[in-house]
């Protein structure tokens, strides 16, 4: 072989080695960035959170209102990247207990008082039915005369209560962002999506077992040291059985969340 191909041969395997040499150190340092030490960010972490939300309301497109949620989740959380002013996260999460709560109608009881003298009508439900919303079925009292000319009134009263329905699910899907992961109060934007099952319809009849749930929200996380950390943050989920049942009201619920995480 010429020495000047010999010389360009040896440059060529200089260069390339340089270049998987800089793209090994830079996909190292990518990897380093999440767990190093002056990160508040781990690169794996396990949590566990307790959620609560005491009524629902027309926020997105739910329409049911008064619905309570009461429950427990569990999260794994991967961190994607990090760099000196956010850090983006992966997690997935699984609600091993979710409680859904809807106002029922129980029965309502008509009192009908005619020229003093007064009949009481009572209709007991054996199953309640979930009500929509709670200000549509207040007291109502009504007056005037009958045909005969007698005076009379009517108060038709409406027993209201609850129903909790079981309903766990998984989100198998969500992400994060953290700003200023080099400190240890930070705060954090989240989005999640998954689904919740449980033993019969909700939020109504006629409605589905089966509903998707997607949130977004946000809140703020102290770390006591560089894996142990509190959470604290505020969700709106919406859950919809988007049409797969003979009713789809939807629920719109504003949710608080606390939680503890460990990384690894």
Not at 119 to 147: C, H, M, W
Not at 150 to 155: L, M, V
Request: with cysteine.
């Amino acid at each position: 072989m010429p020495a000047l191909a010999r010389i360009r041969w040896q440059l060529l395997c200089v260069l390339l080695l340089w270049v998987g040499a800089a793209r090994g150190q830079t996909r190292h340092g990518i990897e380093q960035r999440i767990g190093e030490p002056r990160y508040y960010a781990p690169l794996n972490s396990v949590a566990a959170f307790v959620e609560y939300s005491n009524s629902s309301s027309h926020i997105i497109l739910g329409d049911d209102r008064q619905r309570k949620f009461l429950g427990v989740a569990l999260a794994y959380q991967r961190g994607i990247s990090a760099t000196h002013w956010m850090a983006w996260d992966y997690s997935a999460e699984i609600r091993p207990l979710l409680l859904e709560s809807d106002p029922v109608l129980a029965g309502r009881r008509l009192t009908v008082t005619v020229n003093g003298k007064t009949s009481v009508y009572d209709d007991r439900f054996s199953d309640p039915a979930p009500i929509e919303n709670v200000k549509l079925y207040g007291d109502q009292s009504f007056s005037g005369t009958t045909l005969e000319g007698d005076a009379f009134t009517e108060q038709l009263h409406s027993d209201l209560g609850r129903r909790w329905t079981y309903a766990p699910g998984v989100t198998p899907v969500c992400f994060s962002v953290h700003l200023l992961p080099e400190h240890r109060l930070q705060s954090f934007l989240a989005s999640s999506a998954g689904f919740i099952v449980s033993p019969r319809d909700i939020p109504e009849f006629k409605t589905s077992a089966f509903n998707f749930t997607f949130s977004f929200g946000g809140g703020v996380e102290w770390f006591r040291d560089h894996r142990r950390s509190w959470t604290v943050e505020y969700r709106v989920q919406h859950t919809s059985n988007k049409d797969i049942g003979y009713n789809n009201p939807g629920i719109d619920s504003q949710f608080v969340r606390v939680g503890y995480r460990f990384g690894f």
